[in-house]
């Protein structure tokens, strides 16, 4: 049996659905439109640009934790002139952080799977560049804990995906060796070419079906069809 490792994010947990939910609770509950702010779809539309320009920093070390919080916010107001007002950026910040991992809502058959996977006797690991305290948190909120055997995130571990010493770390911490692991997930190279550099299998989880030059393992544009791979040995 193989031991599963799971990208959390985009692949099990809806982020779009459950972010897009936060933030537009965060934008209601601060009044954005008081500050000249024109519509929650543009407000949206700038933040989803700024939320990856940090991220891309963040990954790269050249942004910390707590700066990522706020700064994506105060980035995301620059076209209404409100960039430097740094209280608000981190009023937002906070607001979302406080939201967004009490949201639900999975990627279609997540819990189906999972549960199935779990009962096939495998075992389950999340593996997520996450912070530590949230992922476990939406982990939990969503009814996935009950399948894992543990949650591990590279805030914890000090590493991220697809750097090689995450791979290394999750399975000395999971009894697993690279021959029997197997990383799912929907980043083609934090989740794929990262687990298969490592040794790992693979299963690409590609919705959108877009094109790449990798060699994967294995690639599905569902959850469902994780079910029939020959995951056993
Ligand atoms: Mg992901």
Request: with cysteine; charged share 30%.
């Amino acid at each position: 049996m193989k031991d599963l490792f799971f990208d959390l994010d985009h692949t099990l947990w809806d982020f779009e659905k459950n972010s897009r939910e936060a933030l537009a609770e965060g934008y209601d509950f601060i009044d954005l439109t008081s500050f000249g702010v024109s519509s929650f779809e543009d407000y949206l539309q700038e933040y989803e640009k700024a939320n990856d320009w940090c991220w891309g920093e963040y990954r790269e070390g050249r942004m910390d934790k707590d700066e990522l919080r706020g700064k994506r916010f105060s980035l995301a107001l620059k076209k209404w002139g409100l960039e430097h007002d740094l209280q608000l950026g981190n009023r937002l910040g906070s607001h979302y952080v406080n939201t967004s991992p009490h949201k639900t809502h999975l990627v279609k058959d997540a819990l189906k799977v999972v549960k199935e996977l779990s009962e096939r006797g495998h075992k389950l690991v999340i593996l997520t560049n996450g912070f530590e305290e949230v992922q476990h948190l939406k982990v939990d909120k969503c009814g996935l804990s009950p399948y894992f055997d543990s949650i591990l995130t590279s805030d914890a571990l000090g590493i991220k995906k697809p750097h090689r010493g995450i791979f290394t770390l999750a399975l000395e911490l999971s009894h697993s060796s690279a021959n029997n692991a197997v990383m799912l997930g929907d980043s083609l190279q934090a989740d794929i070419v990262g687990g298969r550099d490592a040794g790992w299998g693979q299963v690409y989880y590609n919705p959108l079906q877009i094109k790449h030059h990798e060699e994967v393992q294995h690639e599905v544009s569902d959850l469902i069809s994780i079910l029939d791979l020959p995951l056993r040995k």
